[in-house]
């Protein structure tokens, strides 16, 4: 009876152990997304012209998707959009990682283009070691002129909503590994210009491969519907949109990647900008 008894105290001390420590790892994680939501919730940049906002809801508890906004000493909007291998917290490190590469080579940097350049410099081994990549699409926007310039490092493209025409397509190709696929690597950026009410979409795997309980994905043309059918709404209705759209395809199927959208609408016309007919201005390497 003696033995018994000091045998059920040690099962019992150690049950309480274990919930003690799985509280604190509860506390942990919540302190950790809070953390994370509080970086990706940072202040969306306002501008004459046009406006710009961003959302990402991960699929756990924890996401690796980022996006990020920079305003620039001269006026531009510096935005990124990436996707880091892997999902939960090992994501989520990397994705902070990420982040502060990014905002030390916005600080530093001329464009997107030596942006991705500096940032695989500064990332390159770390991913190496942890045997990871990033994607990355990084962009500036001038609304003073409408210019948008943009460098890609192994991420989809970005969607281009062209107002007038009410057409929507991938913009001008340019490509680049993903951030920690190889060292030393210079990026090439291209130049559009942009017209009232023209929208670029950034988006990551997420929404086009959300599954609904038949397996089948909700891909690309159906997200293109989407745009083409809220198009002349307000970004965040728009985001909204999109967001109703995946929910209603999926309808309760639990979430299997983590959802992130960058949505940039141009709202003013300017006078330079009518005078312009091609959409390509330049390619650079940075």
């Given at each position: 009876?003696?033995?018994y ?6 099962r ?20 950790a ?8 919730n ?12 961003g ?30 291998m ?29 942006t991705?350049?500096?940032m695989?410099?500064?990332?390159y081994e ?10 990355l ?9 409408g210019?948008?310039?943009y460098a ?14 009410k057409?929507v ?10 951030i920690g696929g ?5 990026y090439?950026?291209?130049s559009?210009q942009?017209?009232?009410q023209?929208i ?5 795997d997420?929404?086009?491969e ?32 999109v ?6 395809f999926t ?28 959409p390509v ?6």
């Amino acid at each position: 009876m003696h033995k018994y008894r000091l045998t059920f105290t040690h099962r019992e001390t150690t049950a309480d152990n274990q919930q003690i420590m799985d509280k604190t790892l509860q506390r942990e994680i919540n302190l950790a997304r809070n953390i994370q939501t509080q970086l990706l919730n940072g202040k969306t940049p306002t501008f004459e012209g046009g406006e710009v906002t961003g959302s990402s809801l991960p699929a756990r508890l924890i996401g690796g998707d980022y996006y990020d906004f920079y305003p620039l000493v001269n006026g531009k909007i510096r935005i990124v959009v990436g996707d880091v291998m892997g999902k939960g917290i090992p994501a989520a490190m990397l994705m902070i990682l990420t982040r502060g590469a990014f905002r030390s080579a916005a600080e530093s940097t001329n464009g997107p283009a030596e942006t991705l350049t500096a940032m695989n410099q500064a990332l390159y081994e770390d991913l190496r070691t942890l045997k990871s990549f990033v994607t990355l699409i990084c962009a500036d926007y001038d609304p003073k002129t409408g210019v948008f310039t943009y460098a890609n490092a192994g991420h989809h493209l970005p969607l281009y909503i062209n107002g007038r025409d009410k057409m929507v397509e991938e913009l001008p190709k340019v490509n680049g590994i993903m951030i920690g696929g190889l060292p030393n690597q210079v990026y090439k950026e291209i130049s559009i210009q942009l017209n009232e009410q023209d929208i670029v979409f950034f988006y990551t795997d997420g929404i086009v491969e959300a599954q609904n309980k038949d397996g089948e994905q909700y891909k690309l043309e159906r997200l293109i519907q989407t745009l083409l059918e809220n198009h002349e709404k307000s970004v965040s209705e728009i985001e909204k949109s999109v967001m109703d759209s995946i929910r209603q395809f999926t309808q309760g199927v639990p979430q299997k990647d983590d959802i992130t959208m960058v949505i940039l609408k141009v709202s003013k016309q300017k006078p330079d900008i009518s005078s312009l007919n091609s959409p390509v201005i330049s390619e650079r390497e940075g």
